[in-house]
């Protein structure tokens, strides 16, 4: 049985940051660089979200979802690889996409420039390219370490 870990957080501690965790009208994230945190106004953190998703010359709005196409036309090679013997079926079930989401978009607060503008991040965790993106890491990553 694991011992339980200690908290390093007295109860007046504990209890206020559990209040700050319920608040609506402010964003916890970390900061881009060092291992800070940073509280955000809401209002603050959606304007500048809005600002970069409104960037034509990156973001283009869409219709609709089209994570079920991806997800449908990555099985669709998959399955012409695997009936061609280009994959065996423990490479096909690697990177079969199984309950896909689309990716997250969120901001990371970059606190040593003018106005602490966001790095957009998005989070691919779930999205139908998941797991290819880990097999071509884990099958390239030796060869990029080795490059001077």
Do not use: W
């Amino acid at each position: 049985m694991r011992d339980k870990i200690p908290d390093n957080l007295s109860k007046e501690e504990r209890s206020a940051l559990q209040s700050l965790k319920n608040r609506d009208d402010i964003v916890i994230k970390k900061a881009d660089k060092g291992s800070t945190v940073v509280v955000l106004d809401k209002e603050a953190y959606m304007a500048e979200a809005q600002r970069q998703l409104s960037d034509e010359r990156f973001c283009k709005k869409l219709d609709s979802d089209p994570t079920k196409e991806f997800s449908a036309a990555i099985i669709k090679t998959l399955d012409e690889m695997f009936e061609n013997n280009e994959i065996g079926v423990n490479v096909y079930d690697t990177l079969n996409p199984i309950d896909c989401r689309p990716g997250k978009f969120y901001l990371l607060s970059k606190i040593h420039k003018e106005g602490m503008p966001g790095r957009p991040i998005v989070s691919a965790i779930g999205h139908p390219t998941e797991k290819i993106s880990e097999y071509i890491d884990l099958h390239l990553r030796l060869h990029v370490e080795n490059l001077p």
